[in-house]
T-cell receptor, first 114, second 114 residues
Framework: AQSVTQLGSHVSVSEGALVLLRCNYS??????LFWYVQYPNQGLQLLLK??????LVKGINGFEAEFKKSETSFHLTKPSAHMSDAAEYFC????????????FGTGTKLQVIP | GAGVSQTPSNKVTEKGKYVELRCDPI?????LYWYRQSLGQGPEFLIY????????DSGLPNDRFFAVRPEGSVSTLKIQRTERGDSAVYLC????????????FGPGTRLTVT
């Protein structure tokens, strides 16, 4: 069984402030973890992924995430928020090894205040 | 086209009617996935195709839902006797299928059952 928990359905930050979106997971097998961004009326776009290589993963648009097995976490960060970062962010999980279905979290809507 | 396309972008239907939703994956992608995204939720897995066959249909909610991919490319999600609870955005994704493979998402079809 696997699950993804995103703490905070809405997060507000000021432009230029640190962005921190939280994701915790549960998986019975070593996980692959993903962060996706969704802009209004658009499909999901991959920001970054962890696939058992480096635990600190850098993605597009200045985002990064760190896999912490001891905390079962994969939090998404960005040092300085831009207005264009306002969107909904989804953490997702699949098990490693062959086909495994992907489980998504419920999403966190990021608001950037000018 | 370069990305995953889905048609129609919006579909309004009456309760009890039959609908078909179409997905055109990225050329050459052998894996295709359907998800359903209800308001305020993350995408929920419905079905996964590898080539022409449904490798995992465990997410289909009931026998009113069916999907096909007869030539291993375009897929159609079919919903019979639609209910108001079927209203959601239906997302399609495709991938080339490798370890840690990235799924590329289409923009979705917004289905409204009145």
């Amino acid at each position: 069984a696997q699950s993804v928990t995103q703490l905070g359905s809405h997060v507000s930050v000021s432009e230029g402030a640190l962005v921190l979106l939280r994701c915790n997971y549960s998986s019975s097998v070593p996980p692959y973890l993903f962060w996706y961004v969704q802009y209004p009326n658009q499909g999901l776009q991959l920001l970054l992924k962890y696939t058992s290589a480096a635990t600190l993963v850098k993605g597009i648009n200045g985002f990064e995430a760190e896999f912490k097995k001891s905390e079962t976490s994969f939090h998404l960060t960005k040092p300085s928020a831009h207005m264009s970062d306002a969107a909904e962010y989804f953490c997702a999980l699949r098990g490693s090894g062959g086909y495994q279905k992907v489980t998504f979290g419920t999403g966190t809507k990021l608001q950037v205040i000018p | 086209g370069a990305g995953v396309s889905q048609t129609p972008s919006n579909k309004v239907t009456e309760k009890g009617k039959y609908v078909e939703l179409r997905c055109d994956p990225i050329s050459g992608h052998t894996a295709l996935y359907w998800y359903r995204q209800s308001l305020g939720q993350g995408p929920e897995f419905l079905i996964y195709f590898q080539g022409t066959g449904a490798a995992d249909d465990s997410g289909l909610p009931n026998d009113r839902f069916f999907a096909v991919r007869p030539e291993g490319s375009v897929s159609t999600l079919k919903i019979q006797r639609t209910e108001r609870g079927d209203s959601a955005v239906y997302l399609c994704a495709s991938s080339s299928l490798g370890q840690g493979d990235e799924q590329y998402f289409g923009p979705g079809t917004r289905l409204t059952v009145t």
